[in-house]
C-alpha cells in the first residue's frame, strides 16, 4: 500500500526537509515491510526535524494519505465479503480459507495491510496530540472503533471497521488542507 502518495501536495520545501530524514526514506521504500520501530523513528525524526507548523501540515496530509490509500486498497475486499461479514459468518476468519490457498493469501494480505493502517492511524493521533492538536473527530471515532475490535478473530470485520473509518476520514471537510483546530485540554476523546 502506498502510504506517501498523497503527500506530493505538501509544500515543496517541507518534501525537501523531509527527504533528508532516512526513516521517512526507508518508510516510502516499495514493498518495504516496516514495524513499529520504524514508526517510532520516523515520528521522532518527524518531531526532531520539523518545526510545529510543518508537523501539523505532514500529520494532516499522511493522515489524508493513508486514508484515501486504505479506502482504495481495501474496498475490493470488503465488497466481495459484505454479505458474509453481514451475516456473521466471518467471525472465526481463520476457519474460513485454508491455509496456501490463493482466498487464503489474499486474506492473508488483507490482515496485514489492516494492522499496518491501525499502527499508522494510533501513531498519526498521538502525534497530533503531542503537537497540541485536536484530532479530526473521525480519527477519534476510528480509534474508538478499533480499540472495541482488539483481539477479534473476525478479520473481515475488523477490516471494514478500518474501510469505513478511512472513508470517513477522507470525506472530512476538516482534512489537509484546512486549518487544525487547537486542542482544548482533556482527553480528545469524546462520543
Known sequence: MDFKHGLTALPEELQEKLAKIPSWKEFGQKNKDWN???????FEDVRSTLNEE???????????????????????YIEAMKPAIDAGLTKNA?????PGTKAGVEMAKMVIQTNQVILLLCNIYEAQ??????????????IL???????????FKRAEIVYNSCKKISESPDLYPAAPKKKQGGSGFKR
Not at 472503533?145 to 478479520?155: F, Q, S, V
Open 145 to 155: 472503533d478499533l480499540a472495541e475490535m482488539t483481539g477479534t478473530r473476525d478479520h
Open 129 to 142: 496530540v503531542g503537537n497540541g492538536e485536536m484530532p479530526l473527530e473521525e480519527l477519534n471515532d476510528a
Open 36 to 42: 513499529q520501530d520504524l514508526l517510532d523513528k520516523l
Open 54 to 76: 510543518e508537523q501539523t501540515t505532514f500529520y494532516r496530509c499522511l493522515l489524508q494519505s493513508v486514508a484515501f490509500a486504505t479506502k482504495n486498497v481495501l474496498e475490493p
Open 94 to 98: 481463520n476457519d474460513m480459507f485454508k
